[in-house]
């Protein structure tokens, strides 16, 4: 028999930041330097065939527009049970906004046991160059650890393949 489970799973972070883009990349392998940002809260589903028996869907929530005011609603975080947080390494103040959002998700949802809904923390547009934040990226293990984060990748929507070192 076949078991399925649905995970809402939320993308989070500063406007511009590539969320929208990484959810492309993830579930429909594609990239774009345009993505209308559309007002309201989008959804992507990722089917992951987890072995013969369990299929899991992943239902990534992409936060469209309201970003722009560094909170959501407690309505759009309801029920979540992973979160990815999304910076971009070539502006600083987007990371500096981490916290912020680490603190919001924290504060308005938790699982049904009442933990923190874990969160991974995405060092995205790592094909370009970590303007002002090449300190901060190889202490990122301590910040996540400090911060309450399950772990850390560096990413990139626009050329997995081009990952600086
Ligand atoms: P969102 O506002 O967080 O959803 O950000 P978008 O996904 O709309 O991306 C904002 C801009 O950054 C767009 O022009 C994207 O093409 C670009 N972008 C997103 N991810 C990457 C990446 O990994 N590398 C590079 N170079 N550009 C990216
Ligand atoms: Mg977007």
């Not at 502006?91 to 500096?96: E, G, I, L, V, W």
């Not at 981490?98 to 998700?105: E, H």
Request: glycine letters at 6%; hydrophobic letters at 40%.
């Amino acid at each position: 028999m076949q078991q399925e489970h649905l995970f809402k799973v939320l993308v989070i972070g500063d406007l511009g930041v590539g969320k929208t883009s990484i959810i492309k990349r993830y579930v429909h392998q594609i990239f774009s330097q345009h993505y209308r940002a559309t007002i309201g809260v989008d959804f992507a589903l990722k089917v992951l065939n987890w072995d013969n028996h369990i299929v899991i869907r992943l239902q990534l929530w992409d936060i469209a527009g309201q970003e722009r005011y560094g909170n959501m609603t407690r309505v759009y975080y309801r029920e979540a049970v992973g979160a990815l947080i999304v910076f971009d390494v070539t502006r600083a103040s987007t990371f500096d906004a981490v916290p912020k959002w680490k603190d919001d998700l924290d504060t308005k949802v938790t699982l049904s046991n009442g933990k923190h809904v874990p969160a991974v923390l995405l060092a995205n547009k790592s094909d370009q160059s970590r303007d002002g934040l090449s300190t901060q990226i190889p202490k990122l293990d301590t910040f996540c650890k400090e911060n309450g984060f399950v772990g850390w990748f560096e990413t990139s929507a626009k050329d997995p393949e081009q990952l600086l070192r």
